[in-house]
């Protein structure tokens, strides 16, 4: 238990020391001003926990080395990165066993063919090369439990498609003043995870 402590200490720190480093690029952030307005759901399963971040988890920064993709400062993806801290209609899902996150993924909720709304994965990046399968129940029970009746994953990059439908509904691409437009995204692909209310089994 010391050890674990120890360890959650020096991941925090790290973490803070990361939202440092951001302020020095965008002045305008402050992890303890975030603003998230996603309905947050979390859901335990086989020794798993599925959920949404809450907005001023200062871990959120950190999720791209946790998952070893390029979600983080000075990587490809740090524009969908700071989406999910800038804009409140971002944020972060995770999947974390026995306090390590395994899996990640930046949201964000859209309109989906001019009229219904979404939540859309930008991807799911999986820890140490982690098979998708190790993942799926949990992710479907989360599904089950979100209140977000359409869900979609984008497949630009991972292409995480594991036979889930493809979605042919136009999807309105997220969009931030303070990112001087689009941010990063893997979502020109996605498929349906779940489709009026029902989640979309394989």
């Given at each position: 238990d010391l050890v674990k402590e120890v360890c959650s200490i020096l991941q925090e720190n790290k973490a803070f020391e990361e939202c440092n480093r951001i302020k020095r690029h965008y002045p305008s952030f402050n992890i303890t001003e975030v603003a998230c307005d996603i309905e947050k759901t979390d859901v335990t399963y086989k020794n798993q926990k599925a959920y949404i971040l809450d907005a001023n988890d200062p871990r959120q920064v950190m999720l791209g080395y946790d998952t070893h993709c390029c979600q983080h400062l000075g990587g490809a993806g740090e524009s969908a990165m700071m989406y999910g801290l800038l804009a409140s209609n971002g944020g972060f899902w995770a999947i974390e066993k026995k306090g390590k996150i395994i899996a990640q993924a930046e949201i964000w909720t859209g309109v989906i063919d001019k009229k219904e709304e979404v939540l859309v994965f930008d991807n799911i990046e999986l820890a140490d090369d982690r098979d998708f399968e190790l993942i799926r129940e949990v992710l479907e029970k989360w599904l089950e439990t979100s209140p977000y009746k359409n869900i979609v994953m984008g497949t630009g990059y991972?292409?995480?498609?594991?036979?889930?439908?493809?979605?042919?509904?136009?999807?309105?691409?997220?969009?931030?003043?303070?990112?001087?437009?689009?941010?990063?995204?893997?979502?020109?692909?996605?498929?349906?995870?779940?489709?009026?209310?029902?989640?979309?089994?394989?």
């Open positions: 991972n292409v995480l498609t594991y036979g889930y439908k493809d979605v042919k509904e136009d999807i309105i691409q997220p969009y931030c003043e303070e990112l001087y437009g689009q941010p990063y995204t893997d979502t020109d692909t996605c498929v349906w995870l779940k489709k009026e209310g029902e989640v979309q089994y394989v």
